[in-house]
């Protein structure tokens, strides 16, 4: 889509979610946050539900949650760290290796604002390293499942701060340099980079690829900014600017179940400066299509993690 502002608002709600009843999906960050409310609505609707994430407490946690409100509804758990290639592996091949297909990956699990440059087990830089390395590793991983499904989708979210000039997909790792929000501007511009060279290789299969941003909500993500101004600017944006958290999930929702979303689509809110409201296809960032950067980041991303999509 061309253009500077979003499509006319069609007023979706997760109410027009069709029956889910046989379709299985995979939400990462499914215990907590945007992530579970994904889960819940998914799972309301009569979708088996598997919910991803570090530790496996948390999850039980959150799937018990989620049976008590929703008594019969099949929730599954699988531990899975974004920050490390191993365990990403161990889930893939346990996913990979049941029967059954994997109809909706969710990639929804993030980390935002690490005040100082960390790395994963693996050595990359942590928000890029999870963001988009970690998801990139899973999805590959998952691949065969997915293909398993008669129409699948691959759901990445991403940010407002994919159109961020900072975000620029040089110096990957921010060796050269680093700064919290520029390194989480880079990792969502590569959600979005990633999910149209996804799509373009996906053509001809029954999978297709869309990448989401939830606008803004208060969430986990949010509540990891250190620092008393920091903190202060948080709460005044809360009040000010952020949708509510279910508000929040309805881009990926709909990305997951509409049938009028196409592969290769960037979806958000429909409201003022993108925020809040119902779900619409949005302008993609700035260059976010261009062929040289897809193939850059799928190479760059395969030499990092050493995984190789499925031909």
């Given at each position: 889509m061309s253009g500077s502002t979003a499509a006319t608002a069609h007023h979706w709600t997760p109410d027009a979610i069709g029956d889910q009843h046989g379709r299985t999906a995979l939400v990462t960050g499914g215990n907590s946050?945007?992530?579970?409310?994904?889960?819940?609505?998914?799972?309301?609707?009569?979708?088996?539900?598997?919910?991803?994430?570090?530790?496996?407490?948390?999850?039980?946690?959150?799937?018990?949650?989620?049976?008590?409100?929703?008594?019969?509804?099949?929730?599954?758990?699988?531990?899975?760290?974004?920050?490390?290639?191993?365990?990403?592996?161990?889930?893939?091949?346990?996913?990979?290796?049941?029967?059954?297909?994997?109809?909706?990956?969710?990639?929804?699990?993030?980390?935002?604002?690490?005040?100082?440059?960390?790395?994963?087990?693996?050595?990359?830089?942590?928000?890029?390293?999870t963001n988009h390395l970690g998801h990139f590793a899973l999805t590959a991983g998952l691949m065969p499942a997915l293909l398993r499904s008669p129409a699948a989708r691959v759901v990445t979210v991403s940010a407002v701060a994919a159109r961020w000039r900072s975000g620029r997909l040089d110096d990957l790792n921010s060796e050269r340099r680093y700064g919290a929000m520029t390194a989480y501007a880079k990792s969502k511009r590569a959600n979005v980079v990633f999910t149209r060279e996804l799509a373009r290789r996906l053509a001809g299969t029954h999978v297709e690829a869309v990448v989401v941003h939830p606008g803004s909500a208060m969430t986990n993500l949010q509540r990891h900014s250190s620092g008393p101004l920091s903190r202060m600017v948080v709460a005044v944006a809360a009040r000010a600017l952020m949708g509510s958290q279910q508000g929040?999930?309805?881009?990926?929702?709909?990305?997951?179940?509409?049938?009028?979303?196409?592969?290769?689509?960037?979806?958000?809110?429909?409201?003022?400066?993108?925020?809040?409201?119902?779900?619409?296809?949005?302008?993609?960032?700035?260059?976010?299509?261009?062929?040289?950067?897809?193939?850059?980041l799928w190479t760059a991303s395969e030499r990092l993690t050493g995984v190789r999509f499925p031909a």
């Open positions: 946050g945007i992530g579970l409310e994904t889960a819940r609505v998914l799972a309301r609707h009569g979708a088996r539900v598997i919910l991803a994430g570090r530790r496996q407490d948390t999850l039980d946690e959150a799937a018990a949650a989620l049976g008590a409100e929703q008594p019969g509804s099949e929730v599954g758990t699988v531990v899975v760290d974004l920050a490390d290639l191993a365990s990403i592996r161990r889930a893939g091949e346990r996913l990979a290796a049941e029967p059954g297909a994997i109809d909706l990956l969710i990639n929804n699990a993030g980390v935002m604002n690490v005040p100082e440059r960390r790395t994963t087990a693996d050595g990359f830089e942590l928000t890029f390293g929040a999930a309805w881009p990926s929702l709909y990305a997951a179940t509409s049938p009028d979303v196409r592969s290769g689509q960037f979806i958000g809110p429909a409201g003022r400066d993108q925020t809040s409201g119902t779900p619409v296809q949005v302008p993609l960032p700035r260059d976010a299509d261009d062929l040289a950067e897809g193939e850059r």
